[in-house]
């Protein structure tokens, strides 16, 4: 089971920045926040991951509070390839990992 | 340049046929997966293969067999197709290096329909 809490949905305007974010108020020490995304009929997208620092690449940032018990997804510019289903997974960092998928964020980026 | 292939896209079929779905990867990667995405859009883990030892979601009919020929390849044979099993099916691999992020690599889909 999902063990992560998402906003169904959200919008944001073309070149603003999005903020989409997650709880995972029982998230376990050695347990890493993973974010996926789904463009319609496409295969996941794996976009970035962390710990406990925030962590930032190409495509987004990831910002984990001390506690870890939630975090947020940014995407600087939105652009309107990025209108897609975010998924956020919380599981350990080793050997035979099996993504569980909640029912994630459908973001809509408007012009 | 494909990295994780699926064949076929699209398969329709009807009830009770066997059929099989396969998936590729050219990433190397020592670890691969199958996905089940119902009408409602929720994915699930169906199997995980690494190094011939098979894990699977205790939830997966055992009409569900995978079958790995060698590392690059997981395919997923199904038995007795039923109504219920149409779905999109995703294959995913990844790498389990201890350390290392396990970002896992999706293929494009099957999207299976029984009639």
């Known amino acids: 089971d999902a063990k992560t809490t998402q906003p169904p949905s959200m919008d944001c305007a073309e070149g603003r920045a999005a903020n989409l974010p997650c709880n995972h108020s029982?998230?376990?020490?050695?347990?890493?926040v993973y974010w996926y995304r789904q463009i319609h009929s496409q295969g996941p997208q794996y976009i970035i991951h962390?710990?406990?620092n925030n962590e930032t690449n190409e495509m987004a940032s990831l910002i984990i509070t001390e506690d870890r018990k939630s975090s947020t997804l940014i995407l600087p510019h939105a652009t309107l390839r990025d209108t897609a289903v975010y998924y956020c997974?919380?599981?350990?960092?080793?050997?035979?990992?099996?993504?569980?998928f909640g029912g994630g964020t459908r973001l809509m980026v408007k012009p | 340049d494909t990295a994780v292939s699926q064949t076929p896209k699209y398969l329709v079929t009807q009830m009770g046929n066997d059929k099989s779905i396969k998936c590729e990867q050219n990433?190397?990667?020592?670890?691969m997966y199958w996905y089940k995405q119902d009408s409602k859009k929720f994915l699930k883990i169906m199997f995980s293969?690494?190094?011939?030892?098979?894990?699977i979601n205790e939830t997966v009919p055992n009409r569900f067999s995978p079958k790995s020929p060698d590392k690059a390849h997981l395919n997923l044979h199904i038995n007795s197709l039923e109504l219920g099993d149409s779905a999109v099916y995703f294959c995913?691999?990844?790498?389990?290096?201890?350390?290392?992020?396990?970002?896992?690599?999706f293929g494009p889909g099957t999207r299976l329909t029984v009639l």
């Open positions: 995913a691999s990844s790498q389990l290096t201890s350390g290392r992020r396990n970002e896992q690599f």
């Open positions: 029982t998230i376990s020490g050695n347990e890493y």
């Open positions: 962390g710990l406990k």
């Open positions: 997974i919380v599981r350990p960092n080793n050997a035979g990992n099996m993504l569980t």
């Open positions: 990433l190397g990667h020592d670890t």
């Open positions: 293969y690494n190094n011939k030892e098979l894990i």
